[in-house]
């Protein structure tokens, strides 16, 4: 907080101290000076005030215990200006009748006599108040310069920001904990030679880019990169979600924005970064409020701080989001977030990297070849392969093992790939019949077919919403062709077409996979271009009803062609299915291997796996070739 800023609050929370101290003086000032009025008055007074009506009411009599009739007492009396005074009254009897006698019919209300106010009530109390006032604006004073160059926990301080500041002890994580992203560490390694050594590119003319967007799925190192960073650049680094800008209040995001950057300004050269920056990033127009919604304004401000009039040199933004197709154009451009990198899920190069290094952490046995691991993982991302060798360590743990074996992270897998197997759920023969059957015709179909992946598990236990699954070993893809993604079709209906041969009927287990399948056939007709309709992108709002109609019949074709063609299959082959299905009955899971074992040698077509380059042509220096197409 500036100097300003803590005199213009510390002036206002004096002001309202004395305040407060006026009002209880003029409060006390008040009642004193009616007891000096009504020090003198007596009984006869009294008297006298009732027969000229100048008392408002006597609600409250005092009367001591006794049997005469003329006994002692004492009356709270009420006066016209609101002030009450406690009158002794020397005979009971005799203030009756004055009071009956009185044209101004009062009437009288017996209790017991009232209790005095205390002199702590009266003296002590405002001073207590006064100090407990004086104790809040010091806490509060204390509270609102606590914090990090204007960041944490500050009451009443809504227009500041939340962002925090990374001590050096803070900052745990280096370039070599983020493993598989080498090309993505050497875009961001720029940065962080920059920021050590800024004269080497300014005397040739470069300009470091203002901001780097971080794009890519959850849970593939977007954040890490960002702490890793944070640990090499060696210079204050900010730290803040997109969601910590928006409130319910308008113009409180933009005053976080501005703050923000004021602080920014005060510790450049430095680092800011925005993790989920789509809460606060996206597309201006598409919410409610117009032009004044609370969002849209803290987005504007964001706009002017990062490439506005004003220059904010040595202030780099670094954000990262999953969600760039709904980011505003206008924070996309070159100027703002000069530099988009994507982080995707790495390869099983980069996976394997990963595990060695959240592999130093767990104590592995002899069983466990990480590279095999590497090539059974295909589409995990980094934060997944981390939480497989977790869950095989708390397997391990559990069994009371000293190290994780191979058995146990083939258990993490099919848990963290498939979900927990129901052993204990009681299923009928009829069901556990038809599962088998239907994994049966999923892992044939799935053999049969030269672009499909290999069948790894196969199983009838109920795991998770489903009655069984049939795992593949998938292989890392860039791309799929129109056959693969025909073939994949096929795949899906083998379980609902070997209900249907087996036992003349179908049931609703296949509901996902027909899901399934009609999402790629749909996506084949009006996002691939692969259907006759030719390569053209169908988008639902904006096709005419004839043209809808003629996109259902393409994808009608697709699914009925595919359908016939896997029936043809299985019905080829029903013997295998038989056995197949018998065998699951029998060991409810098996694995690959003994699923072959049923068919004669030779008798799948051989698979068309991907071939990669050696591993000693790859330089690891080939990232800085400049002739690099894409």
């Known amino acids: 907080m500036n100097k300003d800023t803590m005199f213009k609050t510390l002036l206002m929370y004096i002001l309202i101290l004395i305040i407060i101290f006026l009002s209880l003086m003029m409060y006390k000032n008040r009642h004193l000076a009616e007891d000096n009025k009504f020090s003198n008055y007596t009984y006869s007074n009294l008297v006298n005030d009732i027969k000229q009506n100048n008392i408002a009411d006597i609600n409250s009599i005092s009367i001591k215990t006794s049997e005469d009739i003329y006994d002692k007492g004492s009356a709270i009396v009420y006066f016209k200006n609101e002030y009450k005074k406690t009158i002794p ?42 100090i407990i006032s004086i104790i809040f604006v010091v806490l509060l004073l204390a509270q609102q310069t606590k914090g990090n160059g204007g960041g944490g ?86 730290s803040i979600s997109g969601s910590d800008f928006v409130e319910m209040f308008v113009g409180v995001g933009a005053s976080r924005v501005r703050d923000m950057f004021e602080e920014a300004k005060k510790n450049k050269p430095c680092l800011i970064f925005i993790d989920e920056i789509d809460a606060v990033g996206r597309r201006r127009g598409s919410g409610l409020g117009g032009g004044h919604d609370e969002r849209e304004q803290t987005l504007n401000q964001l706009l002017v701080e990062m490439d506005g009039f004003s220059t904010n040199e040595n202030i780099i933004i670094i954000a990262a989001t999953n969600r760039v197709d709904i980011l505003d154009p206008a924070l996309l451009r070159p100027g703002r977030f000069d530099r988009q990198i994507y982080v995707g899920a790495p390869d099983v190069k980069g996976r394997e990297e990963i595990l060695k290094v959240h592999a130093k952490t767990k104590k592995l046995d002899e069983s466990v070849n990480l590279e095999e691991v590497a090539k059974t993982t295909s589409g995990f991302t980094g934060a997944q392969l981390e939480n497989l060798l977790n869950e095989a360590a708390i397997i391990a743990a559990r069994a009371g093992n000293q190290a994780i074996s191979i058995k146990e992270i083939r258990k993490a897998f099919i848990k963290v790939g498939v979900g ?38 196969i199983s009838i236990i109920p795991t998770g919403g489903a009655g069984g699954y049939t795992m593949h070993l998938p292989i890392d893809k860039g791309y799929f062709s129109k056959n693969y993604l025909l073939q994949e079709i096929m795949v899906l209906f083998g379980g609902r077409i070997a209900e249907e041969i087996i036992f ?7 509901s996902s996979d027909i899901e399934r399948a009609s ?14 309709l030719g390569p053209i992108e169908f988008i639902d709002d904006e096709i005419s009803q004839s043209l809808a109609s003629s996109i259902d019949t393409e994808i009608k074709d697709i699914i009925s062609s595919c359908y016939d063609k896997a029936k043809k299959i299985l019905v080829d082959n029903i013997e295998y299915l038989h056995s197949t299905a018998n065998l699951l009955l029998d060991k409810e899971k098996i694995t690959g291997d003994e699923f072959r074992k049923l068919f ?31």
């Open 519 to 532: 999402k790629i056939a749909r996506g084949m007709v009006t996002k691939y271009g692969m259907s006759s």
């Open 153 to 238: 926990s500050r009451v009443l301080s809504f227009g500041k920001n939340k962002a925090k500041i990374l001590t050096d002890n803070q900052k745990t994580s280096s370039f070599k904990d983020v493993a598989g992203l080498k090309e993505e560490k050497y875009d961001l390694e720029e940065v962080v030679d920059f920021l050590k050594d800024p004269k080497k590119y300014k005397d040739i003319g470069a300009r470091i880019p203002k901001g780097i967007l971080l794009v890519g799925p959850p849970g593939t190192g977007k954040t890490l990169l960002a702490r890793a960073i944070a640990g090499e650049a060696g210079v204050q680094f900010f």
């Open 600 to 630: 004669p040698d030779n008798f799948f077509p051989e698979k068309k796996l991907p071939t990669y380059p050696e591993k000693d042509k790859i330089q690891d220096d080939n990232i800085e070739n400049d002739n690099i197409n894409n």
């Open 89 to 130: 009254i020397p005979s009971m009897y005799s203030f009756m009748n004055i009071i009956h006698s009185s044209s101004n019919g009062m009437q009288l209300i017996e209790t017991s006599e009232p209790t005095k106010p205390g002199i702590f009530s009266a003296t002590y109390l405002p001073i207590l108040i006064i």
């Open 420 to 457: 927990t197997e129901k052993k204990s759920r009681l299923i009928s023969q009829e069901e556990r019949s038809i599962t088998a059957y239907h994994e049966a015709g999923h892992a044939i179909i799935t053999e049969m077919l030269p672009l499909m992946d290999t069948v790894h598990i």
């Open 504 to 510: 003349d009927d179908i049931t609703t287990g296949a």
